[in-house]
């Protein structure tokens, strides 16, 4: 954990302190993840003394197997009355992310302030607090599980691959390749330590490979080298996360729907209606990944989307249905609702748009809003209106929210990141901001900290 994650912690206790609290105090183990080699970070706003410091280590151990806990009087606690804090309760949160238990946090308030609301508060800021050291554990211990993902997903194409990562040296292979005659030679080379252009070049020709360069989190880059057959004339097709996530998505319905088929014997009229479902949702794949095709080709070149009269009300619709399985998880349901203006140049929701783009933007703006949103809130809200010269997207969730300081660099336009960069693959929202730019329109953003989060695209018709 380095200094500036210590610095962004500093800045939430700096923020907790609107609440008013005796002391608010967050201790961590720094190796978090590596539980067997424990550091201490403790950080702390307010009252201190050794008494705390000794109840810090003690409610860090005891948080490790509980929730949260709300103590109404110190001085009634058997844990805490040694404090001799007058008048004073206590809210204890464990911070979890999910690589495991990272350390507790805790603060003590007036009795009399004390209710559901300040608790529902004070979780919000362990809410961020937790994402704040998620963020860093991925960079941490998150690059070996995505490279993992990538050989996986393309084992399940029947495409031999072999990922490289750097610069952490790590290596995955998937069955296919382990299976290739040429395989040791491959690895020579992988070992060699490949830098220079020509010997990249040289496993090219060798061995119809197609290189594609990837970064993880926290700016870690690699390769994908993937292999592809003598005859094979085709670029293949690639994936960032981002897309991997939909893609699987998609492909795991229509598995679904077709693992109903094989088992149904005879079709009655049900089993047709569950035919009739692979088919449009193989209809729809096919055309999503041959605008992929055109996608990163153009991305490749002039880095233009492919653009074509598409249906954006059905596109969106289509989005929604897909991740209301995803939001059910967290027991979150999915509101859309289509609005019209009665001169607006469209009626039947036909624009001018790239269909694969466009998936991807509902899709990240849509999946942010159901990772930070609680179990059992109120439904994300997607509202889609056609205006008088352009369409406007609104995602509404009511999670955790976005820092302030967070919201002014998403809508900072010289923090935005672009595809033109050969070696950067675009994620989440800077994707969404990106693919909004190629079609005209504007981003926007407003958001409160655990009240939730409002996206807003606004894109001219053409």
């Not at 070996?144 to 029947?158: G, N, P, S, T, V």
Request: glycine share 6%; hydrophobic share 40%.
């Amino acid at each position: 954990m380095d200094q500036s994650v210590e610095k962004k912690l500093w800045t939430i206790l700096e923020t907790v302190q609107v609440l008013n609290p005796i002391t608010v105090r967050l201790i961590l183990n720094r190796n978090a993840g590596q539980i067997e080699n424990e550091e201490w970070l403790t950080l702390f706003k307010g009252t201190n003394s050794t008494s705390l410091q000794e109840i810090d280590l003690k409610i860090y151990k005891i948080m490790k197997n509980q929730s949260q806990i709300v103590i109404p009087s110190v001085n009634q606690s058997g844990l805490l009355s040694t404090l001799e804090i007058e008048n004073a309760s206590a809210i204890i949160m464990p911070v979890k992310t999910e690589y495991g238990y990272c350390g507790c946090f805790w603060g003590c308030f007036a009795e009399s302030k004390t209710d559901d609301r300040l608790v529902e508060v004070f979780e919000n800021f362990n809410d961020w607090i937790s994402e704040t050291i998620n963020a860093v554990q991925k960079t941490d211990f998150g690059v070996e599980a995505i490279a993992q993902r990538y050989a996986d997903f393309l084992d399940q194409q029947k495409t031999p691959a072999i990922i490289v990562i750097y610069p952490d040296q790590v290596s995955i292979s998937n069955p296919s390749f382990e299976s290739l005659s040429s395989k040791e030679n491959i690895l020579q080379l992988i070992r060699k330590n490949i830098a220079p252009e020509h010997s990249f070049m040289e496993l090219v020709n060798l061995y119809h490979c197609a290189i594609r360069d990837v970064s993880f989190p926290g700016g870690k880059t690699g390769k994908i080298f993937q292999f592809l057959s003598d005859n094979s004339q085709n670029h293949p097709i690639s994936f960032d996360t981002n897309e991997l996530d939909y893609f699987e998505l998609m492909v795991n319905k229509a598995i679904g729907n077709l693992s109903l088929l094989e088992n149904a014997g005879n079709m009655n009229l049900i089993q047709y209606n569950y035919k009739e479902k692979v088919e449009a949702q193989l209809r729809r794949l096919f055309v999503l990944i041959q605008d992929g095709k055109k996608h990163y080709l153009n991305f490749h070149n002039s880095r233009e989307g492919a653009f074509a009269v598409i249906n954006i009300a059905e596109l969106v619709k289509e989005v929604v249905f897909d991740l209301k399985t995803v939001a059910k998880k967290k027991n979150l349901d999915i509101v859309f609702n289509i609005d019209r203006e009665e001169k607006s140049q469209t009626q039947n929701g036909k624009v001018i748009g790239d269909a694969w783009l466009l998936s991807l933007t509902v899709f990240n703006l849509l999946e942010n809003a159901i990772r930070y949103s609680k179990p059992d809130s109120k439904p994300i809200r997607v509202d889609l209106n056609f205006g008088l010269d352009s369409w406007v997207l609104v995602v509404q969730d009511f999670g955790i929210g976005i820092s302030p300081l967070d919201v002014e660099k998403l809508l900072n336009e010289n923090n935005e990141k672009s595809p033109s960069e050969d070696t950067q693959a675009v994620h989440g929202l800077d994707f969404v901001k990106y693919a909004i730019k190629l079609h005209k329109g504007t981003f926007g953003l407003e958001s409160r900290l655990g009240k939730g989060t409002e996206f807003k695209l606004d894109v001219p018709y053409y």
